[in-house]
């Protein structure tokens, strides 16, 4: 059962676009996370929000926890090629907390 | 920061060899974990350690084991190589709680002929 779901899958976009990747769920976790992965390279954490309608900024990237905790976005102003990879959401669920349960994935792509 | 690292970035195999995949990591976490990694399948939890000497299946246990003798290494093992592990494999660390925050080696392309 994939308990996260994110959207979309691909997303392809020029250089100074915006856009939101969304991860969402039924269930509730007690704190999410953001990992970037690059071709060839493990996922590097980017943001954890613990607390329900959280929102924190890391330069152009904001990323906001749900009011229920069951869901989140992670928005990106004027990308830039940097920004490509693969952006992939964990949530750490409250009754079995030592493992994350990681999101289907978002493959952007940023041209100059 | 965080270091966590891999014995090897590419590994070529045969079918039916025993591979070994090492992990290590510096900074005195609880927990380590390996995944696997495949377009379309997303990552997938192999096994969990949560102390030393102690192991936990993850979603895709068969074909693997793993050891941990000491806190700061986890090793991987494929008993008996196949086909179908050709794969990425990652290891990560977390400490035991609040967040559980995992920390991503770069990764271990094994490719099995």
């Known amino acids: 059962t994939q308990l996260l779901e994110q959207s979309p899958q691909f997303l392809s976009i020029q250089e100074g676009e915006n856009l939101t990747v969304y991860c969402n769920s039924s269930?509730?976790?007690?704190?999410l996370q953001w990992y970037r992965q690059e071709p060839g390279e493990g996922p590097v954490l980017l943001v954890t929000?613990?607390?329900?309608?959280e929102v924190k900024k890391l330069k152009r990237l904001t990323f906001q926890f749900g009011d229920a905790r069951k869901d989140s976005s992670l928005h990106i102003t004027a990308a830039q090629p940097g920004d490509t990879g693969l952006y992939l959401c964990a949530g750490a669920r409250s009754y079995n907390t030592d493992k994350l349960i990681f999101g289907t994935g978002t493959r952007l792509q940023v041209f100059p | 920061d965080v270091k966590v690292t891999q014995s090897s970035r590419y590994l070529v195999k045969r079918t039916g060899e025993k591979v070994f995949l090492e992990c290590v990591q510096d900074?005195?976490?609880?927990?380590m974990f390996w995944y696997r990694q495949d377009p379309g399948l997303g990552l997938r939890l192999i096994y969990f350690?949560?102390?030393?000497?102690?192991?936990e299946k993850g979603d895709i246990p068969e074909g693997y084991s793993v050891s941990r003798e000491k806190k700061e290494r986890f090793s991987l093992i494929l008993e008996s190589a196949s086909t179908n592990q050709t794969s990425m494999y990652l290891c990560?660390?977390?400490?035991?709680?609040?967040?559980?925050?995992?920390?991503f080696g770069p990764g271990t392309r094994l490719t099995v002929t």
């Open positions: 350690s949560y102390d030393v000497k102690m192991k």
């Open positions: 269930s509730v976790f007690s704190s």
């Open positions: 929000v613990v607390t329900g309608g």
């Open positions: 900074m005195d976490h609880e927990n």
């Open positions: 990560a660390s977390s400490l035991f709680g609040p967040t559980y925050e995992q920390y």
